[in-house]
Structures are given as structure tokens and as C-alpha cells.
């Protein structure tokens, strides 16, 4: 009785520690293109689905290999949308790239500081602010002692310049396996209280940090920068962030507290 008690529970927590969901803000970010053969405007740009330069597919694709489900949140976040694991909000639109943007107010702010102090993986990923709407996106941001700043670090010119945007971890607990990563036209970014950097660009401006935050961590960076463009190949082969990719998703999800409580109450055994 005690040996099926016991693959009883660890079954449970299998099924419980494989049930990892990784959701894509469509909410803050939703830009829409005609698609190449004509006819109605379709959502595109960091998303799961789009499988060209500018999408999240093949990152997508790294999340499934390591095991997790992926989710896009189409509607603003709140406590009853936000039933994800890990949650990623990618460059925020701007008036210039979406004629009506929904800006990320404070009864959201609110949700999503709830939903991380309980657990929840929250991924920021900003870009320069003539593309990405920062001022809002700060707002959020404050909450966990970060600021995007109003700069731009790592600038590459064109092709011939990728050396501009090298970054090379190194002793760095999230990227364990990439040596040499591209990040280009970055926001850095200003870090107060617990929050502690992770990237930094070659002048010493932090790029990307991280903060634990109740039972919850929040990784910031700032740019979208492991979009399809910049893990497909493009990047002459010196560059890793195929592996980098790979690094970061695998942190996330290890980041993800337990959820298993168990009452001393739930499982009697009886004599036999």
C-alpha cells in the first residue's frame, strides 16, 4: 500500500512539474501587416506563431524542447487572464507602429505584481525608445526597482559591423553555455534596491538584470533581441544566441517555485 501511495505522488508531481506554460503579451504589443499575398491585416512581430524574421517561433520551439506549453495573452493581463508559469511582455507598441496602442496602466501593473510576488516568471524585454514604448513600460518596471533608459547601447551601423553588439558571458549563472551573444541598439537599464545585473555592453551600462521578487523572479532586458533574425542563422557563426536562447528559457522555467502542498489529511492508508 505504501509503494503505490508513494508512485502515486510522485506521479502527481511529474504531472505537476511538466505542466510549465510560457505566455507572449499580444495585448500591449499587437502590430499588424497585410500578408505578402494581399488581403486582411495579420497580427505578426515577437509572437509564437510568426515564423519570420520577426517572430518567436524558434524560441518557441527551444520552450517546447525543454518541455513547456505555450500560451499568447490576446487580452489585457489580470488575475483571471494571467494563468501562466512565465510570462513574457516583448517591446510595447508605440502610436508610430499601432494607431491605438493599449498602454500597460496600473490596475495591470497591479495584477501583474500580484501574480509575480506569487510565483509568477515575469520576462521584460524592451528596445530603443523610438521603438518601443518605454514610459509605460517603466511604470511596470519601478515596481521591481528597474528603469529603461532613454539611450541606446551596443548601436550597429550594418553588417559589417557586428562586432559593435558582441557580448561575451562570462562566470554568468543564466547563460552557462554561450560564449559570444549579439545584442544591438539596447536600452540599458538603471537598477535600485535587490535588483542585480546579468548583461552588461562594453562600456559597463547594465543591459539586462534580474530581481527576485516575493515567491517570483523578473528578467529584464533591453531589447526583444532572440527573435527569429538573430537565432536562425543570420549571425555570422562566432555568435551563440541559438544558445542563448536555449540558456535563457531553460532558467526560466527553473525558476518556477513548486506547487505541491500536501495536507497531512489527503492521503490515509489503511491496514493491510
Known sequence: ????LYLLIASLYAATASAQTVMVDAYFNHELRTPPGGGEKVPFHYRWEDTTNTGFSI??????????TLQTLEVAPSAATL???VYIIADPDTQKETAHPNLIESHQIAAIQKWVKAGGILVLMANDSANAELPHLNHLAAVFGLHFNDDLQNHVVDDAHFEDGAIYPQNDPIFT?????FLKDVASISLKGPARPSLKAKNGAVIAATIKYGKGKVFAVGDPWLYNEYVNGRLPAAYQ???AAADLARWLLAQIPGKIKYKTTCCRMGRG
Request: glycine share 8%; no cysteine.
Open 1 to 4: 500500500m505504501k509503494k503505490i
Open 59 to 68: 524560441w518557441g520551439q527551444i520552450f517546447r524542447q525543454q518541455g513547456a
Open 83 to 85: 494563468k501562466a508559469n
Open 177 to 181: 553555455t554561450a560564449q559570444k551573444i
Open 241 to 243: 544566441n541559438d544558445k
